[in-house]
């Protein structure tokens, strides 16, 4: 298939980037069929790697609308600081708007304690995305339906990475969170190289019953 280059050029303060920051995804399915099932598998394990770590399970949260704190430097699992719920808009509208302290910027650089911010308006993903203490059979079901993933195949699933990491939204912050915090594991890149090796593989599920996310 052919490959689909995609630059992101990002501009900070109207200056450009260093080559360094410069961000390159290239999305480069494998060939159909050369894929097996347990490569397939092995790839969702990464996978789920990734979408059960704190940077991106916290905000994948469920119908309680409650964003989680955890992690290394938490040192247990709690609910947000401040009695913080996101309501049904996620966004905070009915009670506190999450962008009062979570401010939009390009540079996603924060001091350690201090709210973390992205490119695009902070809140919780739809709560059809639960992840937060969801086992891998849970979140491969959610990930390979449609109706429960904003109507996206494994193409869209790739293509949504990059192009949220190209607004510098959540996606890319999760690799480059900031304030000394602990990033998702292995790259953006590896990442999405592993979305179209699961979904080249046809998206094979675990068995159901496997232990939830060991979230720390």
């Not at 491969?140 to 949220?164: F, I, K, T, Y």
């Not at 998702?184 to 998206?203: C, F, K, N, R």
């Amino acid at each position: 298939m052919k490959k689909i280059f995609i630059a992101l050029f990002i501009l900070y303060l109207g200056t450009a980037v260093s080559a360094e920051e410069d961000f390159l995804a290239v999305i480069e399915p494998p060939e159909a069929g050369s894929v097996s099932q347990s490569e397939g598998l092995a790839a969702f394990q990464r996978i789920y790697e990734v979408t059960s770590h704190p940077r991106c399970a916290n905000c994948h949260v469920g119908s309680d609308n409650i964003p989680m704190w955890s992690g290394p430097s938490y040192g247990k699992i709690r609910p947000h600081g401040m009695n913080i719920n996101a309501g049904n808009s996620r966004i905070g509208a009915e009670t506190l708007l999450c962008s009062t302290c979570h401010r939009e910027s390009s540079n996603l650089d924060s001091e350690p304690h201090a709210p973390p911010h992205f490119g695009l308006a902070w809140r919780l993903a739809p709560v059809e995305f639960e992840w937060f203490g969801k086992s891998p059979a849970e979140t491969c079901a959610q990930l390979s339906n449609p109706d429960r993933n904003g109507g996206r195949d494994w193409m869209g699933l790739a293509r949504h990475l990059v192009e949220d990491a190209g607004h510098r939204g959540p996606v890319l912050w999760g690799w480059s969170p900031g304030g000394n915090r602990e990033p998702a594991p292995y790259s953006l890149q590896e990442h999405v190289d592993d979305v179209l090796i699961w979904g080249t593989a046809g998206m094979p599920c675990p068995i159901p019953n496997e232990h939830a996310a060991d979230v720390e």
